[in-house]
């Protein structure tokens, strides 16, 4: 085995990527106070062509120097806006007929493992603050929370660790 060399790596220019047929999800953050956490997920969204990001609240928005040291370029190829109310965030989703899921623990949440995204539907992820996670007024208004299983003490994730497992998860899910 040889790691190959970034230049034998097929990596799309920005117009390609702009261009391509996206993934159907949107992800949604929501209070996220870190700039690295941001710029992680710009990067995870570029990885899988998600289709965009809608930064809300105190979120920051590029273009931002900490943002860019982990995005990498991302927020150049990735779709963003900025929405201020994550609650009007989730609402215009779900008129646009797009299934709104918050990633967090919560009574009756469905387990990653266990969830199975229809093919011909669009997802919108929410993710909440590093600390308070995803707001109940926004959980009451998704369909339905997904939760990712853990099993040591902590019970808790770096919100672009859990953006980048349940974007992985679904784009594997959306593929077969």
Same mark, same amino acid.
């Given at each position: 085995?040889?790691?190959?060399?970034?230049s034998?790596l097929v990596?799309?220019s920005?117009?390609?990527?702009? *261009?391509?047929?996206k993934?159907?999800?949107?992800?949604v953050?929501?209070?996220?106070?870190?700039?690295?956490?941001?710029?992680?997920?710009f990067?995870t !969204?570029? !990885?899988?062509l998600?289709? #965009?990001?809608?930064?809300c609240?105190?979120t920051?928005?590029?273009? +931002?120097?900490?943002?860019?040291k982990?995005?990498l370029?991302?927020?150049e190829?990735?779709?963003?806006?900025? *929405?201020? =109310?994550?609650?009007?965030?989730i609402? =215009?989703?779900k008129?646009?007929?797009? =299934?709104?899921?918050?990633?967090? /623990?919560v009574e =009756?949440?469905i387990?990653?493992?266990?969830?199975?995204?229809?093919?011909?539907? #669009?997802?919108?992820?929410?993710?909440? +603050?590093?600390?308070k996670?995803?707001? /109940?007024? !926004?959980? !009451?208004?998704?369909e339905?929370?997904?939760?990712?299983?853990?099993?040591?003490?902590?019970?808790?994730?770096?919100?672009?660790?859990s953006?980048?497992?349940?974007?992985?998860?679904?784009? *594997?899910?959306? /593929?077969?």
């Open positions: 085995m040889r790691k190959l060399a970034n034998e990596r799309k920005v117009s390609d990527f702009k *261009q391509a047929e993934t159907p999800i949107i992800l953050l929501d209070d996220i106070r870190s700039l690295h956490n941001i710029g992680s997920v990067r !969204a570029d !990885a899988f998600i289709e #965009k990001i809608i930064l609240g105190i920051a928005v590029p273009p +931002n120097k900490e943002i860019h982990t995005a370029g991302a927020t190829t990735v779709n963003w806006e900025y *929405q201020e =109310n994550v609650l009007t965030a609402e =215009n989703l008129s646009e007929d797009i =299934n709104v899921y918050a990633i967090e /623990q =009756n949440s387990m990653l493992h266990d969830f199975s995204p229809e093919k011909d539907k #669009k997802y919108a992820l929410v993710f909440g +603050n590093e600390v996670g995803v707001a /109940q007024d !926004a959980i !009451a208004l998704c339905g929370t997904i939760e990712i299983p853990q099993l040591g003490t902590k019970h808790s994730l770096n919100i672009s660790v953006a980048g497992i349940v974007v992985w998860d679904l784009f *594997q899910k959306l /593929q077969h």
